[in-house]
């Protein structure tokens, strides 16, 4: 393991581009669903390489509860110095509002393959109504009810469904 940050001023580590930033981040996972990176997650909202190869990754906050949060700005940042950075700023980002309409269609399959219901897009308000019959994630059936809004974290709610007789959770549309 080569330790960048003793090499001598003016040597910069081997620039990769952005692109390969964007590709660490995505081995960075949300760790309430460990298959999720935090890229399909919709939380990173910027990635930038100055001249002087300083980077700032901006990150949106997703539920104000979440205290994986800065376990996830922690991981990010780790994930970016392993490229050969050694100024990596992660920033919080206020300009932009999560909400789960942000995450990506590849991350809504991550999410049912692990068991729970993806939220489903929304313009704008979430509507209850749905939530109140959300799509079991083991057999499809709508044939489901609410059992609490609040589940076991902050993010996710609780459902059953009467066709699998099953209870599963929602990563809750916000
Ligand atoms: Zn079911």
């Known amino acids: 393991m080569v330790n960048l940050a003793q090499e001598p001023q003016g040597v910069a580590p081997k620039a990769p581009p952005v692109d390969a930033i964007w590709e660490a981040l995505r081995q960075v996972m949300d760790p309430e669903i460990p298959v999720l990176s935090v890229v399909d997650l919709g939380i990173i909202t910027g990635v930038e390489v100055s001249p002087d190869q300083s980077v700032i990754v901006r990150m949106t906050p997703t539920f104000a509860g979440c205290p ?28 932009v509002t999560w909400n789960s309409n942000r995450i990506s269609d590849h991350g809504r399959e991550i999410i049912r393959h692990f068991g729970l219901a993806p939220p489903p897009k929304h313009n704008g308000e979430p509507d209850l109504d749905r939530l109140k019959h959300t799509e079991c994630p083991y057999c499809a059936s709508a044939n489901t009810t609410l059992k609490t ?15 699998c007789l099953q209870a599963f959770e929602q990563f809750k549309p916000v």
């Open 68 to 95: 994986a949060i800065r376990l996830m700005e922690k991981q990010v940042g780790e994930a970016v110095e392993q490229l050969g950075y050694t100024q990596v700023q992660v920033e919080t980002d206020f300009s």
């Open 149 to 163: 809004p609040f589940g076991p974290t902050l993010c996710r709610s609780m459902h059953y469904c009467f066709d």
